[in-house]
């Protein structure tokens, strides 16, 4: 297989929390002149028979893809911190059996929808809102599909109407772990999200270990979990962030084995620092985890 490919292997659309529709992501990637994408959504698979039909049109391999929720408790550290709970991303690459994994997602799907509707009545009561006029407001930007409704969404609307000043502080002030009107959603453990992905044929992926809140200690930790739970790779740091984080992770992919996969996480204009193609690079010695994937055998 050709190693000089260029592969983006995490982006949204709006059958999550992108903002384009599944066809307008596969045209800009074909733009940035990507040749491999994978579409990512969140614990849906809705996105991608539209996808590989650009896809196909393009010239463009389209990899089976998701972005799954899972719960995850990262143990030791010291004082009130020994151990830490966390929703913990691990994308599903490659996989074969989608109506295995369409029908473990459904709960998650029911359980996201539901929890739009919780985190946006707490706000409607924190911000003296009128609740239907907020969710309208929420569902429109998530172009009507509850089950699509994400934290980003909302916090979108909450800029828009004047509530925050960016959408960033609306993450700060309300919508991230443990703030006023976060609301936990229901998850698979990692365990399970791993296994659920190796079991439907794909491939294991802990997605961008460094963007949890986690201190150095806690990413080397739960990549060396992540590993020792049977995952196949873990994302690289993106181009954005510190060289020495990045050789943080070089070192603790190395120390346990595992391959590495390289994504934009686009997600649109929502978030436009994000941009299809803008990956990093792998170091001489990592194999990348598209080597193994079996919709890349004719490369």
């Given at each position: 297989m050709k190693t000089d490919l260029q592969l983006d292997l995490h982006c949204h659309s709006t059958c999550s929390d992108g903002t384009y529709a599944p066809t307008e992501v596969v045209k800009r990637a074909h733009a940035a002149g990507i040749k491999v994408l994978a579409l990512t959504d969140h614990d849906t698979l809705a996105g991608i028979d539209e996808a590989r039909a650009?896809?196909?049109?393009?010239d463009m391999t389209l990899i089976n893809g998701v972005e799954i929720s899972c719960?995850?408790?990262l143990s030791g550290g010291y004082g009130k911190n020994k151990s830490a709970n966390k929703v913990i991303h691990v994308v599903?690459?490659?996989?074969?059996d989608r109506k295995k994994m369409q029908t473990a997602l459904q709960q998650l799907q029911d359980s996201r929808a539901n929890r739009?509707?919780?985190i946006t009545q707490k706000l409607s009561e924190l911000l003296d809102i009128r609740f239907d006029v907020l969710w309208q407001a929420v569902l429109d930007k998530a172009g009507g599909n509850a089950q699509a409704v994400g934290r980003a969404h909302i916090g979108?609307?909450?800029?828009?109407?004047?509530?925050?000043?960016?959408?960033?502080?609306?993450?700060d002030?309300?919508?991230?772990d443990?703030?006023?009107?976060?609301?936990?959603?229901?998850?698979l453990s990692?365990?399970?999200?791993i296994q659920l992905i190796q079991d439907c044929g794909g491939k294991a992926v802990l997605a961008h270990p460094t963007r949890y809140q986690l201190s150095a200690t806690r990413i080397r930790k739960l990549i060396a979990e992540f590993a020792e739970l049977g995952g196949d790779a873990c994302e690289l740091p993106a181009n954005s962030e510190p060289i020495s984080t990045r050789r943080m992770v070089d070192r603790s992919v190395a120390e346990h084995g595992l391959a590495v996969s390289i994504g934009s996480d686009f997600h649109g204009s929502n978030m436009p620092w994000r941009r299809l193609g803008d990956v990093p690079s792998l170091n001489v010695e990592q194999q990348g985890v598209w080597q193994k994937f079996t919709a890349l055998l004719q490369y």
């Open positions: 650009a896809a196909d049109a393009c719960e995850h408790t599903g690459l490659d996989f074969t739009g509707q919780r979108q609307v909450l800029f828009e109407q004047g509530q925050v000043k960016t959408v960033q502080q609306a993450f002030k309300y919508l991230a443990n703030k006023p009107a976060y609301v936990a959603i229901d998850a990692m365990a399970e999200g």
